[in-house]
């Protein structure tokens, strides 16, 4: 199972602290020394607080990079120039801090299509962020989609007795997409204190992505420490 650590949180510390070196680079480093598999920018339309020169730092010192995007053909030039290994579509954000919501492919429609074969033709692996939900999945594979995304981001608020239908729920959607062939990834709200939760009702997911959650923890105890105790809640 790959981990993938998204670095969003260093950048808006950056900006937070007034500070023009974002350190992504030797974030990078550390993180893929303590085990993490791919790091993971997130881009908007108005290139904050991720901008185009945090893409291209980390393209260039990290072994493996994803990047996420909204479904924007405006925004096709940064994967295309960048060249990441994964490009992640979501939904548009309509806050201000948070990770991006799913997308609703029976909304998105004809730009979902145009921007995945742009990306397709370009050799640019691509998943999709959606709900863990079997008409989600349906829905995008007929759209030939071959790797999505499930976003746990409202699953792990849950009071426990809605929680465990709605994990019953993701599994149910790990197993259809895994029996349509399709890569699986889980994210939103993971850290290391509900990442088990969430692999015990979807044990066969290829890749777990955290965020604020890992960044977090890895404030307090270091990267390095942060990533091998969250590794070990994936075996």
């Not at 990079?65 to 479904?71: D, G, K, R």
């Amino acid at each position: 199972m790959r981990l993938v650590f998204s670095l969003d949180s260093w950048t808006a510390l950056r900006d937070f602290a007034g500070d023009d070196q974002s350190g992504l680079g030797a974030a990078a480093v550390l993180a893929e020394l303590a085990g993490v598999d791919s790091l993971r920018l997130s881009i908007n339309e108005d290139l904050a607080p991720v901008r185009e020169a945090d893409v291209e730092e980390m393209r260039r010192s990290a072994r493996a990079f994803e990047l996420c995007m909204p479904i924007s053909q405006n925004l096709l030039k940064i994967p295309l120039g960048a060249r990441p290994d994964r490009v992640v579509l979501v939904g548009d954000r309509h806050e201000a801090a948070g990770p991006a919501p799913a997308v609703d492919a029976r909304v998105a429609g004809n730009v979902l299509g145009t921007v995945l074969r742009t990306l397709e033709d370009a050799g640019i692996p691509t998943s999709v962020r959606i709900a863990p939900e079997i008409e989600a999945i349906r829905a995008v594979h007929g759209q030939g989609v071959v790797d999505v995304e499930l976003f746990t981001g409202h699953l792990v608020d849950l009071p426990e007795a809605e929680r465990r239908g709605a994990l019953v729920a993701l599994g149910d959607g790990v197993r259809l997409a895994s029996k349509l062939r399709m890569g699986v990834a889980v994210a939103g709200g993971l850290d290391d204190r509900n990442v088990g939760e969430i692999l015990a009702a979807a044990p066969s997911v290829d890749r777990v992505v955290s965020g604020r959650g890992l960044t977090r923890r890895s404030l307090l105890v270091g990267i390095d420490r942060a990533v091998r105790d969250f590794r070990d809640r994936l075996c």
